[in-house]
């Protein structure tokens, strides 16, 4: 579940005020390295991808001109605008602590990320007088090319570099200390899970009155009666779900790692040509959490999957990829450990997962079921899902196979 409100925001209003435009001349004059370049011009645009965290006003993309010297220059950075919302969102433990991202660059802890991972730097960050928090952003949407759906190779990249980052704290780089870190990202997401999800009903079974030959009727490509397939994964879930606060709790015997905890596409920006030594940039770090390793991979893999960004074709290979690359970059960051225990972290990751995506997907069956008309559309939403489900329960059966090894032999 991504923190999401589907509100029609009110527009915000953008640079209006002296002291706005004193943040503007000095941000400029920061991005130029000239401190007596003077703002000539300049435009604002939305770049709202979509629907926003219920924490983020706006983000835009300013850009124009300023005077340095006799040249007339050009710039752009990004204006991110943060603001308060539920109650919840003021508790610094909690997943979507509103004012997460404004401490964590004030903090300056962006600026000394280990090994393969780098961030945007921000020019300032302004607290306004309407309790909104401006962050005054580096433009790095230029730096690469993204598209809907990126190869393999580029994923497991990906998760090399995470390897090597994460490896780093568990072997040569000190945890950062500061209470509005996240200590337990995926307790507080599944706990906002339960509180938003769709209320999970039990399925109808079609042998149980309903014509059983009716689903193929409509969508023939059904090999099995939809219908009955979702009352297994409802009995699943349902048992699932009661273990969940108990797998939560296990991977807080994980080593601890620092984590991103939002590595959708929409955050990582791809270098074109990358070698060993080329560097990943993460922006968003709004979730910034202190995680037990393999746990965010299993959002990278998970996340990404699930939005169709890891191609069909490859979802069930990058499972396995994804995992290797990742290890390999644990130890080219010198961490030694046993692989199963990065394994468990990741299979967790994973099937915790279900905790959003199968009340959804139960809730659009119910909608098909109830629809007398054709819906190829939320059909194929269903078949694509159905398969990022049957991952998610394989990989819970992994994880308790695991803890049975794992955590007997701590004893």
């Known amino acids: 579940m991504k923190d999401n409100s589907n509100k029609q925001m009110e527009p915000v209003r953008i640079l209006e005020s002296a002291e706005d435009m004193e943040y503007l001349a000095l941000t400029v004059q920061r991005i130029l390295g000239e401190s007596c370049a003077v703002v000539q ?8 991808p979509g629907q926003l965290n219920f924490t983020t006003s706006g983000i835009y993309r300013i850009h124009g001109a300023a005077a340095a010297g006799e040249a007339l220059r050009q710039w752009s950075f990004i204006l991110k605008i943060i603001k308060p919302d539920s109650s919840e969102k003021e508790d610094v433990s909690y997943h979507n602590y509103w004012k997460r991202e404004a401490e964590i660059f004030t903090s300056g802890i962006l600026d000394h ?8 730097n921000c020019y300032a960050v302004q607290n306004r007088l309407n309790n909104t928090i401006a962050l005054w952003m580096e433009d790095v949407a230029g730096y690469s090319e993204r598209t809907h759906v990126w190869q393999l190779d580029d994923w ?5 570099c995470l390897g090597e980052f994460h490896g780093a704290y568990l072997t040569e780089t000190e945890l950062p200390q500061h209470d509005w870190i996240c200590p337990a990202w995926l307790k507080s997401w599944v706990r906002g899970c339960r509180q938003y999800s769709p209320e999970i009903i039990e399925p109808c079974l079609e042998r149980s009155g309903d014509d059983p030959a009716k689903g193929k009727e409509r969508y023939p490509e059904l090999e099995s009666n939809i219908h009955d397939q979702a009352y297994f994964i409802w009995r699943w879930f349902t048992k699932f779900s009661k273990q969940m606060d108990e797998l939560l709790v296990s991977l807080e015997r994980l080593p601890r790692v620092l984590s991103h905890q939002d590595l959708g596409q929409g955050n990582i920006f791809l270098p ?4 060993h030594e080329t560097l990943l940039t993460l922006i968003d770090w709004q979730f910034m959490s202190i995680s037990g390793i393999g746990e965010e991979l299993g959002k990278l893999y998970g996340v990404n999957a699930s939005l169709g960004h890891i191609a069909e074709k490859d979802v069930i290979s990058a499972k396995e990829k994804l995992f290797e690359r990742y290890i390999y970059g644990l130890r080219t960051a010198g961490w030694p450990g046993d692989e199963r225990i990065a394994r468990y972290g990741y299979c967790v990751g994973v099937a915790a997962r279900s905790m959003w995506e199968v009340p959804q997907w139960l809730k659009w069956v119910e909608e098909l079921r109830s629809s007398s008309n054709q819906n190829h559309e939320l059909f194929s939403k269903i078949a694509a899902r159905t398969q990022i489900i049957s991952i998610q329960m394989d990989m819970a059966a992994e994880a308790a196979a695991l803890a049975n090894t794992i955590f007997v032999a701590e004893k």
């Open 41 to 48: 011009s300049w435009e604002a645009e939305s770049i709202n």
């Open 113 to 120: 990320l280990p090994r393969r991972v780098v961030a945007p």
């Open 156 to 160: 497991s990249w990906v998760a090399e």
């Open 272 to 275: 074109a040509e990358r070698d």
